[in-house]
């Protein structure tokens, strides 16, 4: 199974300022049709999960563009320009290029 | 607007079964792969199982492959996931996801499982 890495595992953030989570995969995600499956999710307490970013930079319709994600191979990055109260909660990187699929540990944003 | 929501879940002793179901609207449920995923108690997210369009390809993790069947019934727009031979480790909540080429755009609400004596 790929083994997917997220550090930060815990992020305080002033709000209005950046937050970066970084997310690394045991192999490469670029699957066989050239695509990089390489998702971004967000969880608040008690909520199912919400799908930020796709296929490595792409933003589903809806999400702020504060929201960036970048990266290739098996390094990628979560971006948020300037830190809003709602973006608080935990952040997941997930693969989807191999099954099983697989999901980072996660990354708890917090407001200092 | 697309709607999961799933339901069967409950308490369950050790080695008992249950059977999930997940009602799809909102879309043409027979044009899309489905997934269920869980969360235990206070930790990440784990896949479980997927299944396409017409029931030809399935696919389980490791943790349930032989305890767990997945299936659909699109003239109902539902998915189903029955659980055999459950495990305390099977305790979670389990969301039933939506496929595609933005796979994960939308989950249910989820529904806990609990296996306890």
């Known amino acids: 199974d790929i083994v997917m890495t997220q550090t930060p595992l815990s992020s305080p953030v002033t709000l209005g300022q950046p937050a970066s989570i970084s997310c690394r995969s045991s192999?490469?995600?670029?699957?066989?049709?050239?695509?990089?499956?390489l998702s971004w999710l967000h969880q608040r307490p008690g909520q199912p999960p919400r799908l930020l970013i796709y296929?490595?930079?792409a933003r589903v319709s809806g999400v702020p563009d504060r929201f960036s994600g970048s990266g290739a191979g098996t390094d990628f990055t979560l971006k948020i320009s300037r830190v809003e109260p709602e973006d608080v909660g935990v952040y997941y990187c997930?693969?989807?290029?191999?099954?099983?699929?697989?999901f980072g540990q996660g990354t708890k944003l917090e407001i200092k | 607007e697309v709607q999961l929501v799933e339901s069967g879940g409950g308490l369950v002793q050790p080695g008992g079964s249950l059977r999930l179901s997940c009602a799809a609207s909102?879309?043409?449920?027979?044009?899309?792969?489905m997934h269920w995923v869980r969360q235990a108690p206070g930790k990440g997210l784990v896949w479980v199982s997927r299944?396409?369009?017409?029931?030809?390809?399935?696919s389980y993790a490791d943790s349930v492959k032989g305890r767990f069947t997945i299936s659909r019934d699109n003239a109902k727009n539902t998915l189903y996931l029955q659980m055999n031979s459950l495990r305390a480790e099977d305790t979670a909540v389990y969301y039933c996801?939506?496929?595609?080429?933005?796979?994960?755009?939308?989950w249910g609400q989820g529904t806990l499982v609990t296996v306890s004596s």
């Open positions: 909102g879309f043409t449920f027979s044009s899309y792969w």
């Open positions: 296929r490595i930079s």
């Open positions: 299944i396409n369009t017409n029931e030809g390809i399935t």
């Open positions: 996801v939506r496929g595609g080429e933005q796979l994960g755009d939308y």
């Open positions: 192999q490469s995600l670029v699957h066989s049709d050239g695509n990089t499956y």
């Open positions: 997930m693969q989807t290029t191999k099954f099983p699929f697989t």
